[in-house]
T-cell receptor, first 113, second 114 residues
Framework: EPEVTQTPSHQVTQMGQEVILRCVPISNHLYFYWYRQILGQKVEFLVSFYNNEISEKSEIFDDQFSVERPDGSNFTLKIRSTKLEDSAMYFC???????????FGPGTRLTVL | GDSVTQMEGPVTLSEEAFLTINCTYTATGYPSLFWYVQYPGEGLQLLLKATKADDKGSNKGFEATYRKETTSFHLEKGSVQVSDSAVYFCALKLSGGSNYKLTFGKGTLLTVNP
């Protein structure tokens, strides 16, 4: 069964460094999403992406964050200058259309020291 | 704003016990409701969903009924197994254009002992 994959599974970085989290959505899906979960808190929506542009973003998704689909398969989340409070599990998801079920990857745990 | 409230965990049950995980929601429109499950080391998987009032979602012995009058979507299973041990997330998604995001509850950790 097709699945969403994410790399790396765990990323450790120093505060102020840039990180790129990578996702490979399911191949025939058109909508892509990033969510995050700070330890002990809710899973929070960050951004959705369709047709090479952001379709919706939350207030969390400020100028430090960006998303890109650099080729036909990858979908990336970049954090330009990481802060301690960016430490979280980051989930990528995809769906065929925006009304359909979102399928999630296993997540990348980001630790900012 | 829209929100989901789940019962606090962790929940610990013996095998074959009855499971209920409560979920209530607040939404400005008419949401679709979901239960996702996360097994250890894996991503969030859709367990079941319901798109309108009085719909019942079901999968793998789990059920949840969309109750508009009580704004609830409680998850139930008549007889849990050790393999059901996981974190369960209730979520909603508003219908209509420009509504893309899922809004999640905090998750409930279920541990089933043999």
């Amino acid at each position: 069964e097709p699945e969403v994959t994410q790399t790396p599974s765990h990323q450790v970085t120093q505060m102020g460094q840039e990180v790129i989290l990578r996702c490979v959505p399911i191949s025939n899906h058109l909508y892509f999403y990033w969510y995050r979960q700070i330890l002990g808190q809710k899973v929070e929506f960050l951004v959705s992406f369709y047709n090479n542009e952001i379709s919706e973003k939350s207030e969390i998704f400020d100028d430090q964050f960006s998303v890109e689909r650099p080729d036909g398969s990858n979908f990336t989340l970049k954090i330009r200058s990481t802060k301690l409070e960016d430490s979280a599990m980051y989930f990528c998801a995809s769906s065929t259309i925006y009304t359909d079920t979102q399928y999630f990857g296993p997540g990348t745990r980001l630790t900012v020291l | 704003g829209d929100s989901v409230t789940q019962m606090e965990g962790p929940v610990t049950l013996s095998e074959e016990a009855f499971l209920t995980i409560n979920c209530t929601y607040t939404a400005t429109g008419y949401p679709s409701l979901f239960w996702y499950v996360q097994y250890p080391g894996e991503g969030l998987q859709l367990l079941l969903k319901a798109t309108k009032a009085d719909d019942k979602g079901s999968n793998k012995g789990f059920e949840a009924t969309y109750r508009k009058e009580t704004t609830s979507f409680h998850l139930e299973k008549g007889s849990v197994q050790v393999s059901d041990s996981a974190v369960y997330f209730c979520a909603l998604k508003l219908s209509g254009g420009s509504n893309y995001k899922l809004t999640f509850g905090k998750g409930t950790l279920l541990t089933v002992n043999p």
